[in-house]
T-cell receptor, first 110, second 112 residues
């Protein structure tokens, strides 16, 4: 079983829809990261969380440490949000080594 | 982009040949990482470095070696490339002040 599980694996939505991507993990963590990877492109860090909630523009990330779960929300989605979103955790039991999820491929239709 | 470059950006080579990928950073970060990214897998750690001449193995280190003789450069070497090492390779640095990782643009390696 993967230590970091993301759902859904693929998501297609219409422009303007509210998007939620989920991440569950099974290890103790010191921090959780959300990353974005555009097709053929590099990887960009969106958020780093250790508790609570963070917001940047139309993106919101939340984490529930007790439930070992995080969500990434996109409000008023736009075709330029189409990308792969990757959840990653720093494993506190392994000197904070990072474990990555397999990613969620998001496609926003105009 | 935290001043991270990778070279080459694309390479095609033959099985059995040695290959070296270079990661270069301009901001004096202590931690550097090499990952590979393959369909159906998350990013997987190959090797990492926590200082000049200080390196350690990741989860998929077999067939790879690394060297870090200067703070700014982290080299990944495939001593004898195999087709299973066809992948996209990403270098990353960890900015201690932010505790975030910043990624290079990636190197697409094809081993025929």
């Amino acid at each position: 079983k993967n230590e970091v599980e993301q759902s859904p694996q693929n998501l297609t939505a219409q422009e303007g829809e509210f998007i939620t991507i989920n991440c569950s993990y099974s290890v103790g963590i010191s921090a959780l990261h959300w990353l974005q990877q555009h097709p053929g492109g590099g990887i960009v860090s969106l958020f780093m969380l250790s508790s609570g909630k963070k917001k940047h523009g139309r993106l919101i990330a939340t984490i529930n440490i007790q439930e070992k779960h995080s969500s990434l929300h996109i409000t008023a989605s736009h075709p330029r949000d189409s990308a792969v979103y990757i959840c990653a955790v720093e494993d506190i039991g392994k000197d904070d080594k990072i474990i990555f999820g397999k990613g969620t491929r998001l496609h926003i239709l105009p | 982009d935290a001043g991270i470059t990778q070279s080459p950006r694309h390479k095609v080579t033959e099985t059995g040949t040695p290959v070296t990928l270079r990661c270069h950073q301009t901001e004096n970060h202590r931690y550097m990482y090499w990952y590979r990214q393959d369909p159906g897998h998350g990013l997987r750690l190959i090797h990492y470095s926590y200082g000049v001449k200080d390196t350690d193995k990741g989860e998929v280190s077999d067939g790879y070696s690394v060297s870090r003789s200067k703070t700014e450069d982290f080299l990944l070497t495939l001593e004898s490339a195999t087709s299973s090492q066809t992948s996209v390779y990403f270098c990353a640095i960890k900015a201690a002040s932010y505790n975030e990782q910043f990624f290079g643009p990636g190197t697409r390696l094809t081993v025929l």
